[in-house]
């Protein structure tokens, strides 16, 4: 399965601030998606200038959430 099918079938969650100090760091984007019947988070940095890059998946989608705006 590529990023694009993966992504495709993610749930957005929400923003979130950053929770360290990154130049140019402007945001993160929390997804929630199944993977053998747990739910994980993906992790989306958003940078100053539109860029979009993927940072992590977490398999503890309770303490991702917390983060969230």
């Not at 099918?5 to 199944?34: C, R, W």
């Amino acid at each position: 399965m590529s990023i694009h099918e993966v992504m495709a079938k993610a749930k957005y969650l929400g923003a979130a601030e950053p929770h360290t100090p990154k130049n140019k760091l402007k945001q993160s984007h929390i997804f929630s998606i199944d993977v053998k019947g747990e739910e994980q988070c993906i992790i989306v940095w958003e940078w100053e200038w539109g860029e979009y890059t993927l940072h992590s998946i977490s398999d503890n989608p309770e303490k991702i959430k917390r983060h969230l705006k």
